[in-house]
């Protein structure tokens, strides 16, 4: 029978130990992101505007969780006058419609957020009837790369 001195016994627990902690706390590869750009208006009235933005300051924790759940990255916002951008970060090849489904069917007070807040926003010139948010395609960049 082998026998093996405690310190020998624990130096080898200690290393198994780390092998098990790294493997299970090894970031994961992060997949390759797209953006995608997307822009609508918000109806011209400046209290409905108000509104807009202070539900943004304060989201409700159930869409930011189904956002998550949906798989997406990032999202910004930004604002000139009642015009709005958004811009999503989501894996190349990302299905938006699939995820924007998920996102919703999270919770339904994902759905009602969504419900509420089509009721600020109305389409840019040139969308579809019935169609408020519209991606906007690239057309130059820039890299220094």
Known sequence: MHQISLAAFCRTLTLAAVVILSACTAPEKEAVLQEHVFVVNIVQDAQKLKEYLDYHQHIWPEVAAGFKKAGYRKITLYRYDYLLIMTIAVPVGADLGQMGKTAESYDKRCAE????????????????????WVEAKPFFRFSKE
């Open 113 to 132: 957020w969504n419900h509420l807040m089509d009721g600020y926003q109305t389409g840019v010139p040139g969308a579809a009837p019935g169609e408020k």
